[in-house]
């Protein structure tokens, strides 16, 4: 018998479907020779400090640093985890072969090699290692199954990843809290989110900083067209008035007239961070938020894997393009003039040298079905789209640059025009984005100059303030973890750097919400603005190490190196071990003080003595699809506790908006909700409504 282990359930049941294995038992599929079980992705996690000593209970600064001889693993505490750790440790011991179908990376990776190890595996190991969860992929790395050894540095990276956060994260934690805290709180320090923190710290402090100052500049109509001084702005209007006289006394003069007709390159495919940055510049998603619906569009098998980190497709792919392009029916104005002739295949999209594991996400050949929200679908939209115009013709531009003078002050105005759209049709519909007066400036229309010729103008001074650097919001600062703070807009260049960008792009999104659990940051529209406490943990850290983009980005190019197997795992666990000795050297002999924990004291009372009159038990409540079952309430959703026969479900989080005990009890019990706000997306307010069919939609 072949033991297939997936990393959830609905996984699982697509791979016993095409395996055959139909036959339902407590825990896992049977059937034509295997049986497919599945974790609830993490069943094992590192030990903690007391299981390896009773007294590290104690967070007393005499145990520091805390440093395991060797690194063990436990169960998760939870009875349905070690239920089905039993299923799988018992199939384990009675199979001949395990075949690994965890989630095609590092983490996944993990995952499943900790659940084996814990279950004693001793048998023939391979590996499933798919981009995509549709029926053909799925039958595809069947008949491609790769030798599990294959994937061990792969493994050995996200293990020394898993230990190093420990390591720093255990340490630095209690390091912190007992040494800055006051008893008053937890300080919590991570590898990833110290340096996040010390970023958002950093903007904040720049921008409080900011002195505004006025600046005048002189520009001039000759022939309908603005033109601009090429000299340095004016610090005084005295010296702008001064100027604007001289140039009444000069006729304008043509210096020179050129016009270069150019290419805008198109955008490239979506990697997981470029997909957040635009989904949070064009409809206000969290970073969280895109993860969680791509990844739902990826397991409902309409679009590929999506937590990686390359924007290339690997060259095998290129015969099944025309297949994904004829199956997206609803983009068939965009599909059709591509398939008239054939696809262009180009390095800018196909190169193997630039994809590790697995290619940039990209939509299936199953064209998305109704069962799509509101929010699947503006995510499977950009997708789409981006998918589409990678194969248009690049857009031709022409470029436009008018150099002038009057007597001895130079000027210069430019121009853009779209001679051939290309890929930007696919585009045209949307909304422009607002431009600064520069950007109206290079987009005005220019007639043809001569060289040498003069005339008669109309100077004038244009006052304007400096502006202070623009805070991070998630979409610009998942660029700078990409790049480790460097600001970067260039796609090449920001894809060399990738290696050395902090965390990896499947973990940025807990990054940023760990920031907001922990209050060190918060939001302000789409701004994120480092909170007091913030501020002060940031300034108490003095080891660079801790706080920095750039070195962090180091450890994160060594992560990827153990992954290559060109770095040894142990050497990493060495020097974070040297790092935190030191660490914990330093910040018990330096200088104390204690951090205050800024928090809105009053407004909690407030929202929780409504929540306690409005308790329900979920659990005492009819399903009010089957009537036959009651309701449960899981981590993500309340629903029927009959969910596979049944079938309904209610999330907590619904259009963008979490919602309150009260508000579900609403949508549950009453079929609708009162008026809400706070909805992502164009309708930003509205009720809820239960239809009768159980779907749930925004009036």
Not at 48 to 75: C, Q, R, V
Not at 182 to 194: A, D, E, F, M, P
Request: with cysteine.
């Amino acid at each position: 018998m072949k033991l297939c282990i997936a990393e959830k359930p609905s996984v699982a049941r697509d791979i016993a479907k095409v395996l055959g294995a139909t036959t339902p038992k407590s825990g896992y599929m049977e059937g034509n020779g295997y049986c497919v079980t599945w974790t609830f992705g993490h069943l094992c996690t590192l030990k903690e400090p007391h299981d390896y000593a009773e007294h590290y209970k104690s967070w007393d600064l005499i145990f520091l640093p805390i440093i395991p001889k060797n690194f063990g693993i436990k169960l998760i505490p939870n009875n349905g985890v070690e239920k089905q750790f039993q299923t799988i440790e018992k199939l384990v011991q009675e199979c001949d072969e395990v075949i690994n179908c965890g989630d095609a990376g590092q983490e996944g990776e993990l995952i499943q090699r900790w659940v084996l190890q814990k279950a004693k595996c001793d048998k023939p190991m391979k590996r499933l290692w798919i981009s995509s969860l549709t029926e053909d992929a799925i039958k595809e790395g069947f008949e491609n199954l790769k030798p599990a050894e294959d994937y061990r540095n792969l493994y050995l990276a996200g293990n020394a990843r898993a230990i190093g956060d420990w390591l720093l994260g255990i340490n630095a934690t209690r390091l912190f809290t007992k040494r800055f805290g006051g008893n008053k709180g937890v300080l919590s320090i991570g590898r990833v989110q110290t340096p996040t923190l010390a970023m958002l710290v950093q903007r904040q402090k720049e921008i409080d900083a900011f002195t505004q100052e006025e600046y005048w500049e002189l520009k001039t109509k000759y022939r309908d067209v603005l033109f601009s001084a090429s000299i340095d702005r004016l610090k005084s209007l005295e010296k702008a008035e001064r100027g604007l006289e001289y140039l009444k006394q000069n006729q304008f003069e043509i210096v020179s007239f050129e016009i270069k007709e150019g290419k805008e390159k198109n955008p490239r495919l979506f990697d997981l961070t470029g997909l957040q940055v635009e989904a949070n510049k064009k409809y206000g998603f969290s970073a969280e938020q895109t993860l969680n619906y791509i990844q739902s569009l990826y397991e409902k098998k309409y679009t590929t894997y999506p937590r990686v980190d390359t924007t290339y497709l690997s060259e095998n792919l290129y015969p099944k393009i025309a297949g994904i392009l004829r199956s997206m029916t609803i983009y068939s104005e965009f599909t059709a003039p591509l398939l008239a002739q054939p696809i262009p295949k180009t390095k800018a999209v196909f190169d193997d040298t630039k994809v590790t594991d697995h290619h940039a996400i990209i939509p299936t050949e199953i064209p998305p079905s109704s069962n799509l929200n509101r929010e699947e679908k503006l995510v499977y939209d950009l997708v789409a789209r981006r998918f589409i115009a990678v194969f248009y013709p690049e857009c031709k531009i022409s470029n436009t640059l008018v150099e002038g003078q009057v007597g001895t002050i130079p000027f210069k105005a430019s121009g853009k025009q779209i001679l051939e759209p290309g890929w930007r049709i696919i585009y045209a519909k949307d909304k422009k984005e607002e431009k600064d007066e520069k950007d109206k400036d290079e987009e005005q229309t220019i007639p043809e100059f001569v060289a040498g010729e003069k005339g008669d103008h109309e100077p004038l001074i244009h006052q304007g303030k400096t502006s202070p650097p623009k805070p991070y919001t998630e979409a610009t600062l998942l660029r700078a973890m990409e790049t480790a703070g460097k600001q970067v807009e260039d796609d090449e260049l920001r894809e060399m750097l990738k290696n050395n960008g902090i965390g990896r792009p499947s973990t940025r999104a807990n990054i940023i919400e760990t920031l907001f659990k922990r209050k060190y940051i918060e939001k302000k529209r789409k701004n994120l603005i480092a909170t007091q406490t913030g501020i002060e943990l940031i300034d108490t850290i003095e080891d660079e190490l801790l706080k920095s983009p750039e070195l962090t980005g180091e450890w994160e190019s060594k992560l990827r190196k153990i992954e290559k197997g060109e770095y040894e795992a142990n050497q990493f666990k060495e020097e974070l071990i040297e790092m935190v000795t030191d660490l914990t050297n330093k910040v018990v002999n330096g200088k104390s003080k204690v951090i205050a924990f800024h928090e809105e004291k009053k407004v909690t009372p407030k929202e929780k003595k409504p929540r306690a009159k409005t308790e329900i038990v979920w659990e005492e409540t009819q399903c009010s699809k089957c009537k036959s079952n009651n309701l449960m309430k899981g981590k993500t959703a309340v629903g029927c506790s009959d969910y596979k026969g049944c079938g309904f479900k209610v999330p907590f989080e619904i259009f963008g908006k979490k919602l309150s005990e009260k508000q579900l009890q609403d949508l549950i019990l009453k079929s609708k909700t009162s008026k809400l706000k706070g909805f992502t997306g164009e309708q930003e307010e509205g009720i809820l409504i239960l239809n009768e069919d159980f779907s749930i939609t925004l009036k």
